[in-house]
């Protein structure tokens, strides 16, 4: 029988099936980061220990100051208990942990591709909805409640019914300036942020395959705000080029066996998906979203929706309520809202392939706004320092800083001022989401670049040509 | 079955409840990323559910709905579309349970939001459209008004006494009425999940 990609992964990671068609899987890697620190005490308390040590991998960055370098530097309270008592537990359970003065580390969904953790054909979890983002390799990665997390621990396993299938195919080519963002937007605009709810989403297509590992993982990343827990790509030649030679990669045998198994991993020709959406590459322009939900999305040459021609009665309350939390206009072009900050960064666009493109704008101009960029991992700084990116970004003006997932969530102490608008490269434009009364809007990294120039979103095709 | 009830198991269960006209309504919303490292014995905990919809930012109550005085002690929550989506964190569900709401009743839940309420003994009851529309129209013509639910039946008694079946799945079911936590099942299969492990690191000794 016909089989996806999927499946064929899933099924090699079955250890039971109840009658009710509910399997225990066993998981190849578990990654764990600071928002987690009181899962340790609590797998204590309950009688339980580490099952397999070896296969955890710890990391601070959620509640990491990006001017932080040492844990001293951490505010006292919380935050710094939080990284504190996670570089603890793995002493005291023995599993591997990246501290914040070891250039490996980085945001947990950045390091583990980075480190060769994660790999081809694994199941892999962490308690982050971001996990998505290692489906980029073709393995399969889910996003996981604290509950969960400790069950893993306990058990190195996960009880999961297995979800629908959905492939995405994305057909013709790219257009200039319209990046691995921009198509992970247009997607979510398309199928609804709960249009991938209950299914795994395998990415497919001539624009999927001509993207590098870096573009794909964005893609991946963002599935949870589709709905999914799960988006994955089939591994290729990029993939198997991308995680040779690293730490944790397997090595002299072991890794010509790897490659065999991993280059036999994908859909078969007549698999059949639950679910099938095409999209056309070439209708996919740079996006920005306006409202607060990621699938409100539009080109950055359009203007702000009217909830007037929406004819489903609580979609039109949902996009009043957001025009008037962002304080936009019905029919105000996007490119005239200016912004109060800019940030470049997080687990979806804070890799080396991100701050090149971010770069590659600022270079020769100034900051209008107040710019953060926050590199992925002390690795992804030290490859931009090495290239001198980071001189571009601290000529115009912008911040440099250290690794962690800053802005994104804002629980580090960097935040939006209420009323404040960013531009930025993370996932969530949620009320809030980058502090208190907070406005964000999600773009690339090379449109959150141009924005932070001009001081309001701007077609970076148009502002690369007339450069 | 050797596991013992760790949760509050879930049988029936009759409480005021309290509608949520929000679509898409996000974990963000649920509760704000600040309090995400507070504990789960943290006195403040039940203020974190949606707090920022609930309270102003000098602490005084806003008029969100949650705050008028017949919703209060609401132990049901009737929402909108996609309950639950975005963020993996499971405080949604502890705040939920800090203010003893055992049932969320909504058209659709998010996938992880789904599986943690079903770890903390919450029940998630998906309905259609109309009838979570009809249902919050109710609770807002009647604030205070009751809904009941029996989760062996798989039946919902709403204000007006219709009666409602759901579907939900028989392990999530099987969990709730007994209380149990999927550690203490899964330890039921210990010596299968060391035997899988040695086979599998036989059939794939590079990912070991």
């Given at each position: 029988m016909p089989q996806t990609l999927f499946e064929k992964i899933w099924h090699e990671h079955v250890i039971v099936t109840r009658d009710d068609g509910n399997s225990l899987l066993y998981v190849d890697r578990h990654l764990i980061h600071d928002l987690h620190f009181r899962a340790f005490a609590q797998l204590k308390a309950a009688g339980h220990s580490i099952r397999e040590p070896e296969k955890l991998f710890g990391v601070p960055d959620h509640s990491l100051p990006t001017t932080a370098k040492l844990l001293a530097d951490i505010p006292a309270g919380e935050m710094r208990e939080a990284v504190e008592v996670l570089e603890q537990a793995s002493k005291e359970f023995n599993f591997t942990h990246f501290s914040m003065t070891d250039d490996r580390h980085g945001i947990v969904h950045v390091i583990g591709p980075e480190q060769g953790i994660t790999q081809p054909g694994l199941l892999l979890v962490c308690g982050d909805s971001h996990t998505s983002t290692h489906g980029a390799f073709g393995c399969i990665a889910l996003g996981i409640g604290s509950t969960e997390v400790q069950h893993v621990l306990a058990t190195q396993t996960l009880w999961q019914r297995q979800p629908k299938s959905m492939r995405i195919t994305i057909t013709g080519e790219l257009g200039f300036g319209v990046t691995a963002k921009d198509i992970i937007l247009a997607v979510i605009r398309e199928i609804g942020t709960a249009g991938g709810t209950g299914y795994a989403i395998e990415y497919a297509g001539p624009v999927i395959e001509a993207l590098s590992m870096e573009g794909r993982m964005t893609v991946c990343n963002m599935t949870i705000e589709a709905g999914s827990r799960c988006g994955l790509i089939a591994p290729d030649e990029k993939t198997i080029a991308y995680v040779e030679g690293r730490p944790y990669a397997p090595k002299g045998g072991e890794w010509d066996k790897a490659v065999t198994y991993w280059q036999a991993l994908r859909s078969d020709g007549d698999a059949v998906f639950d679910k099938e959406i095409v999209i056309d590459g070439r209708t996919i322009a740079p996006m920005v979203t306006w409202g607060n939900s990621p699938q409100w999305a539009l080109p950055v040459t359009d203007v702000v929706p009217d909830p007037a021609s929406e004819p489903d009665a609580s979609v039109r309350a949902t996009m009043s309520a957001a025009i008037d939390y962002m304080d936009i206009e019905p029919?105000?072009?996007?490119?005239?809202i200016a912004v109060d900050m800019v940030f470049i960064g997080s687990c979806t666009n804070s890799r080396i392939e991100d701050l090149r493109a971010a770069a590659e704008v600022v270079k020769g101009r100034k900051a209008a706004v107040r710019t953060l960029v926050v590199p992925g991992s002390g690795l992804v700084k030290k490859q931009a320092e090495a290239e001198g990116l980071d001189q571009v970004f601290i000529d115009a003006g912008m911040e440099w800083r250290e690794p962690g997932c800053s802005m994104c969530l804002a629980v580090n102490g960097e935040t939006l001022g209420a009323g404040q608008r960013s531009a930025s490269t993370s996932n969530r434009n949620f009320r809030g989401r980058q502090g208190v009364g907070s406005r964000t809007h999600l773009v690339s990294p090379a449109m959150a670049a141009a924005a932070a120039v001009t001081g309001h979103f701007t077609d970076v095709r148009k502002f690369t040509e007339d450069a | 079955m050797t596991a013992a009830p760790t949760i509050d198991p879930f049988r029936t269960f009759a409480s005021s409840a309290v509608p949520i006209d929000i679509a898409n309504c996000d974990t963000d919303q649920i509760i704000p990323a600040r309090f995400l490292r507070k504990g789960s014995d943290d006195p403040d905990y039940a203020r974190f559910l949606l707090h920022d919809l609930r309270f102003n930012t000098d602490g005084s109550e806003t008029n969100?709905?949650?705050?008028?005085p017949a919703y209060r002690g609401a132990g049901i929550l009737v929402a909108d579309k996609n309950w639950g989506c975005g963020s993996s964190r499971e405080n949604a569900v502890t705040a939920l349970v800090a203010n003893g709401i055992r049932a969320v009743i909504a058209p659709s839940v998010a996938d992880i939001h789904y599986s943690n309420c079903i770890q903390n003994g919450v029940l998630p009851v998906r309905l259609s459209d109309e009838e979570c529309a009809t249902l919050r129209a109710q609770l807002r013509d009647g604030p205070g008004a009751e809904i009941a639910i029996d989760l062996e039946t798989q039946t919902l008694t709403g204000p007006d006494q219709t009666r409602y079946t759901f579907e939900i799945d028989p392990f999530d079911k099987h969990r709730l009425l007994n209380g149990l936590d999927d550690i203490s099942l899964t330890l039921e299969h210990d010596t299968t999940i060391t035997e899988f492990a040695a086979s599998y690191a036989a059939r794939h000794s590079w990912a070991g």
């Open positions: 029919g105000q072009p996007l490119s005239d | 969100f709905v949650f705050n008028e």
